[in-house]
């Protein structure tokens, strides 16, 4: 079976996600009754439900969703690292109902105007406390923040570092540099590990294929390895670009030329150790 490391959902109804363009088919009800049917059609079993907006009554509500629905595994959630009771607050999240499914943190870096957000001394001392926990930290972030990324991760060995998307990598317009030497300097660093999520939404937006994938694959592949990365399907954001079996039958394409053991780590095995499914 396959786990799903990274997907969302949200309900309209509760609270606008503001993110979302005004004329998006993204700004529409996605719940977890719509993906469950297309997860279990394409054989993944298990989820971890990743937070969308900085608000603190999202992480409490998902892990209530958790507790409720077999499929989602862990979730990754939000809170400000910067409050001075972060420590106390990371606890009271993991005593809530279906605390125990609170695996990670992760905040919203990619809309943080300073490039280097991630080494303020509020940002490290959370992050500190976020390892403390026991808990891993997702990174959501453009390609120009990486070297923070990596700056910030060689300063907090004690705690495992989670890249999204591979950073984001611009491969609507094919280039590599400087996003691969900086994703290489990432994975450098023992404590950092990497999901091939979100990377079609990041194509070309008239249309997209395996092969237009295929470069940033196969970087991070050669950066990481397959024991340090793991498959998200990045819905329901991907259904700009893709469906979900065509996301994940994308994943198995760039994965084929792989030994049985490393394509299971990748849709399985990174991310149940990761997250401690």
Request: proline fraction near 8%; aromatic fraction near 6%; hydrophobic fraction near 45%.
């Amino acid at each position: 079976m396959t786990v799903d490391a990274h997907h969302h959902v949200w309900d309209l109804s509760v609270r606008d996600q503001d993110w979302i363009p005004e004329h998006s088919p993204l700004r529409r009800n996605f719940t977890l009754d719509d993906l469950t049917p297309e997860a279990h059609a394409a054989g993944v079993d298990r989820t971890v439900l990743v937070q969308t907006i900085t608000v603190p009554e999202e992480t409490p509500e998902f892990l209530q969703l958790a507790a409720a629905h077999d499929l989602i595994a862990a979730v990754v959630g939000w809170t400000d690292l910067t409050r001075p009771d972060i420590t106390d607050e990371l606890s009271r999240l993991r005593e809530l109902p279906g605390g125990h499914y609170l695996k990670g943190i992760r905040h919203q870096v990619q809309g943080e105007p300073d490039p280097e957000w991630l080494l303020r001394p509020e940002v490290r001392r959370g992050l500190a406390a976020v390892a403390e926990a026991g808990l891993v930290y997702d990174l959501v972030v453009l390609p120009h923040q990486l070297p923070a990324c990596t700056k910030a991760a060689a300063a907090l060995p004690q705690l495992t570092f989670v890249l999204d998307h591979l950073g984001k990598p611009p491969i609507a317009s094919g280039a590599l540099k400087p996003w691969a030497a900086d994703l290489h300097a990432l994975a450098a660093l023992p404590n950092t590990v990497a999901k091939l999520s979100g990377l079609v939404t990041e194509a070309a937006p008239d249309a997209w294929t395996v092969d237009d994938l295929r470069p940033y694959t196969d970087t991070a592949l050669e950066a990481f390895g397959p024991a340090r990365l793991m498959f998200g399907s990045d819905w329901p954001v991907c259904t700009e670009k893709a469906t979900y079996g065509e996301v994940l039958s994308a994943a198995g394409e760039l994965t084929a030329h792989l030994a049985e053991k490393d394509r299971v780590a990748i849709l399985e095995g990174t991310a149940t150790r990761v997250y401690g499914l």
